[in-house]
């Protein structure tokens, strides 16, 4: 009996070992393999765009926004953009994505409830694409494609 309980120590030291060293390689494996990886240039994949309106025309009439006075900081300022330059935003993707989750048909959308006060994507986009209407004087079109540069990665 002593035999056999030795014999099944010993087969389960030597299973136990076989598995240790197996893991141990794959672990190598995959960290070589990650290593060749970022030698390897792989196109980016191109994300999809959110819902937005081409022009303007086809975004009215445009819902009113809720009224900036409601909220603070940084979220007042977005809100503010939206009742300054609306069809602007309305010409503009939202990258939080909330057109798949609440239907929202352009940034402008989310200004039309409460929404960007709790979406840190929407109150940087609507920022920024105010300070590129206002300081840099580009149109809704160009503002669209550094919106996509900037937010799509």
Do not use: W
């Not at 290593?35 to 975004?59: I, L, Y």
């Amino acid at each position: 009996m002593k035999k056999v309980i030795i014999i099944l120590v010993i087969v389960v030291g030597i299973a136990v070992g076989i598995v240790a060293l197996s893991a141990r390689r794959n672990d190598s494996t995959k960290h070589e393999h990650e290593s060749n990886m970022d030698k390897v240039s792989v196109p980016p994949q191109t994300a999809r765009v959110p819902a937005h309106f081409e022009d303007a025309k086809s975004a009215l009439p445009l819902k009113a926004t809720l009224d900036p006075m409601q909220f603070f900081g940084k979220t007042r300022q977005a809100y503010q953009v939206a009742r300054e330059i609306p069809e602007t935003l309305a010409q503009l993707p939202c990258y939080c994505y909330c057109d798949q989750g609440f239907g929202h048909k352009s940034l402008h959308s989310c200004y039309e409830d409460d929404h960007s006060a709790h979406c840190a994507t929407c109150v940087d986009e609507a920022l920024m694409a105010y300070r590129l209407q206002k300081e840099e004087k580009l149109s809704p079109p160009q503002i669209r494609e550094k919106i996509i540069a900037e937010f799509s990665r």
